[in-house]
């Protein structure tokens, strides 16, 4: 599904070092190359780390939360689609412990970078795997997974994604593995709404500004300001086949985490 040239094969394992395949310059998104996703990541990779401070910490107390809400126990093999560089990692590495497992997704290859650049930072970091792949079709081996995360990588995946990215979750998932994915959401209607679109609308005029490379967050809060579709992740995740699906609002419905099971005699 992934356009972008500068991915590797997927396999089980993918080697991913700080620099390998980055080329020294990239296209702006979207104008000169067409709007594709993974290159908008590219551009957004060197800056990514801004989320954090544009939303206030709110982004970092969401991963929290979600993270809270799934049953982690040591040794557990987790899968982390939508990856980034690996914002999650620092709250699943000390639940999994030193036997656990993550295998982290993704298909910008600057991302990854940054992401193989963050594991060295990180004790063992051979508990962390990354492999270079849409989400919706990882490559990565059924049933293997007792917990698949992913944050804030909803927003920009096309709806027509959603049976794929719930069908994978599915294959994933050992049977009574849990899935919890967290995106922002712009609440329907009242003061929620306009202070919600008040704050991104605010937050794209302060990046225009800025200009250079941030730039880039500007197509990220347009994403985020459409996205109101998680209700249809959730459809896509009953209809493959997973159990208990719910979604709980965080922070006045600014952000939410969908949550789902696979059922123990699954076959
Ligand atoms: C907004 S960032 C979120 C990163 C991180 N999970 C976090 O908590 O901040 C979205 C990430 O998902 C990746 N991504 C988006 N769609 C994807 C897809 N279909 N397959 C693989 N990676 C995808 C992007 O490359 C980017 O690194």
């Not at 993550?102 to 600057?110: K, Q």
């Amino acid at each position: 599904m992934s356009e972008n040239p500068l991915l590797v094969a997927v396999g089980e394992e993918t080697q991913v070092s700080a620099t390998a395949g980055i080329p020294q310059t990239l296209g702006a998104y979207p104008e000169e190359d067409g709007g594709s996703m993974p290159n908008l990541f590219d551009c957004l990779a060197s800056t990514y780390h801004l989320q954090s401070i544009l939303s206030g910490g709110l982004t970092e107390r969401w991963r929290r939360q979600m993270v809270a809400r799934l049953p982690l126990q040591a040794g557990q093999k987790v899968v982390d689609l939508m990856t980034g560089t690996g914002e999650l990692w620092t709250l699943l590495l000390p639940q999994v412990g030193e036997n656990g497992r993550v295998r982290a997704v993704d298909f910008s290859a600057r991302m990854l970078a940054g992401a193989a650049r963050h594991r060295d930072t990180l004790p063992n970091p051979e508990r962390i795997s990354l492999h270079a792949a849409n989400a919706c079709s990882s490559g990565l081996a059924s049933a293997t997974a007792d917990v698949v995360v992913s944050a804030f990588g909803l927003k920009t995946l096309p709806t027509t994604d959603y049976p794929a990215l719930a069908a994978e979750i599915m294959r994933l998932l050992a049977p009574g593995g849990t899935v919890a994915l967290l995106e922002l959401t712009v609440p329907a209607r009242g003061w929620r709404r306009a202070f919600c679109l008040g704050y991104l609308r605010s937050c794209n005029y302060i990046l225009r500004l800025l200009g250079g490379p941030i730039l880039a967050h500007t197509h990220l809060l347009h994403f985020a300001s459409e996205f109101s579709a998680l209700d249809k992740v959730a459809s896509a995740c009953r209809a493959a086949g997973l159990r208990h699906v719910r979604i709980e609002q965080l922070t006045f419905g600014l952000a939410s985490i969908l949550l789902a099971e696979r059922d123990e005699q699954y076959k």
